[in-house]
């Protein structure tokens, strides 16, 4: 196969399986799918394609300090909330809030180009886990 051609299949692999779940996921989890459809792709190839589609605008990179990076296929502007107990991400279906950052940019005076927002707590089973905890064996 052509390097162009190669290329182009993983790139669109990468972003058809990240397109097609809304768990948030890592680059490895993202590199254990891919390797179903080429066995031989590598993690640097997969950290590779992921910046060069989100270099694109093509996705989302959500950065959460301590933890590994999460990528989201979704790339427009919109708002996720985080467990604090299993660490997995949700989308929160809201309305993105309009007007903050020209109010955020008038306050500061910077040029404030995007924003970005994030709830924390405790996702709805682990709610229920910590209610009711489970007995062990
Ligand atoms: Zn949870
Ligand atoms: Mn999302």
Redesign the pocket.
């Known amino acids: 196969m052509a390097k162009a051609t190669r290329m182009t299949r993983q790139r669109r692999l990468i972003l058809e399986i990240l397109r097609s779940t809304d768990i948030h996921p890592t680059a490895d989890w993202i590199y254990h799918q891919a390797r179903k459809h080429i066995p031989d792709i590598s993690l640097g190839t997969v950290y590779r394609n992921l910046n060069q589609l989100k270099q694109a605008g093509e996705i989302m990179e959500l950065n959460y300090g301590s933890t590994f990076s999460r990528y989201d296929g979704n790339p427009c502007n919109h708002y996720h909330f985080v467990?604090d107990?299993?660490?997995?991400v949700f989308d929160v279906e809201m309305p993105v809030l309009s007007g903050i950052e020209e109010e955020a940019a008038r306050l500061s005076g910077m040029k404030v180009t995007r924003h970005r927002l994030e709830f924390y707590g405790?996702?709805r089973?682990?709610q229920k886990s910590r209610e009711e905890p489970k007995t062990q064996g």
């Open positions: 467990c107990a299993c660490g997995r405790y996702c089973e682990c």
